[in-house]
Nanobody, 117 residues
């Protein structure tokens, strides 16, 4: 059974940094893309960043220049380095993996990021 486990969330002051991780277990087929989403209270879930198996990355305009996504294929892990955090980055962050050629999609349980002084 596929399971995605996230870690690294927490409370940080504005201007601070956090690094999120998401590791998958039970995956047999190739992970095509690895994505990070976030959902703030009262708002829709939005894409934050994505990375393909070849290393191509995309970012939401609101995080460009501040967030960096990276992946370790050998560990089935994706990272999100978040710098210069702002209060508007406060949300629950979710990872999502696209797996195989069909494809199948899997979600992490979410990790809370709170940016506040």
């Amino acid at each position: 059974q596929v399971q995605l486990v996230e870690s690294g969330g927490g409370l940080v002051q504005p201007g601070g940094s956090l690094r999120l991780s998401c590791t998958a277990s039970g995956i047999v087929f190739r992970i095509v893309t690895m994505d990070w989403y976030r959902q703030a209270p009262g708002k829709q879930r939005e894409t934050v960043a994505s990375i393909t198996s070849g290393g191509t990355t995309n970012y939401a305009d609101s995080v460009k220049g501040r967030f960096t996504i990276a992946r370790n294929n050998a560990k089935n892990t994706v990272y999100l380095q978040m710098n210069s955090l702002k209060p508007e980055d406060t949300a629950v962050y979710y990872c999502n993996f696209q797996v195989g050629s069909s494809p199948s999609y899997y979600w992490g349980q979410g990790t809370q990021v709170t940016v506040s002084s």
